[in-house]
C-alpha cells in the first residue's frame, strides 16, 4: 500500500523532475542529528497532507516517515526554495512543448480564514475575521505563473507590479526563455493611470476595466480562467482554511499546488 500511495501521488515522471533538485543530505561530521530518510516517500507525505488537508499528525503510517520528520523535512525544502524551483520545472517543461499561451497574462485574487500566522489581516467581506489573500497571475489558459501570500486586507492592486515582476524565465519551444505576456488583463480594482504607464513602459498592453465604465463582461470572456485557476489551486484542501503559523509555510504548499496544477498539463501531453 505504501509503494502504490506514493507512486499515485508522486508519479516517475514528476520525481525525475523534482529528483535532480532536491537539497542533498549532509550527515553532521560528529555524528547524531536527523538521519536520512527515502525523500520520494517524505515528499509524498507532503503531497498528502497538501491534497487531503489533514494535519501533519494525522499523517498515515502506511508512508512509513514521522510527522515530525515530515514537517522538519518539509521546512528545510522550504528554506532552500524547491517548491519555487519544481514549479519552474515544470513550467520549463511546458514551455519546451510550446504550450503555454503568451498572447495574454490574467491576474485576481482569493481569500482565505486563517487560524493564525504571520501575513494575515482582517478580512473586509468576512466580518473582518483574520484572513489571507492569495494573488495568482495565470498564463491566457489559466496555468499559474506566479503566486503570492498577503494580509486579507492588502487591497489587490498592491500585489499587482510584484506578481507581474514574479513571472520566470520560461523556456521556449524556439529562441530564449520568455518571460513577457502580450497583454495583461485585470478587473477594476487593478486599475490606476500609474499601472497603465507602468505596463506600457514595460510594454505590456493593458486590458484593465475603468472604474464607471466598462462593465467587465468583455473581460468576463477571459477572467473565467483565471477564476478556474483558483478553483484548481482551492482543490488542495490545505488552502482553504490556513492553519500554518508561519506565511512562508502557506506559500510553499501554494507554491507547491501551483507547480503540481501546472504538472497535471504536462501529464496530460505525455500520455
Known sequence: MRVDLSRRLVPD???ELLAPLM?????????????????RAVFAAVVYVLTSGCAWRHLPESFGVSSATAHRRFSVWTEAGLWRRLHRAVLDELGARGDLDWSSAVVDAASVRAIRGSLTGPNPVDRGKKGSK??????????PLAVAVSG?????SQAFKPLILGIPAVRSRRGPRRRRPGKIR?????YSAEHLRWLRSRNLIPRIARPGIESGERLGRHRWKIERSISWLFGYRRLTVRYERKGSHFLAFLGLAAALTCYKRLAKLTT
Request: glycine content about 10%; aromatic content about 8%; proline content about 10%.
Open 186 to 190: 485585470a478587473d477594476k480594482a487593478y
Open 134 to 143: 492569495l494573488p495568482v497571475l495565470s498564463e491566457a489558459q489559466g496555468l
Open 23 to 39: 537539497p542533498k543530505f549532509v550527515s553532521r561530521p560528529q555524528g547524531g542529528g536527523t538521519a536520512p530518510v527515502e525523500e
Open 13 to 15: 515522471e514528476l520525481w
Open 152 to 156: 486579507a486586507n492588502m487591497h489587490d
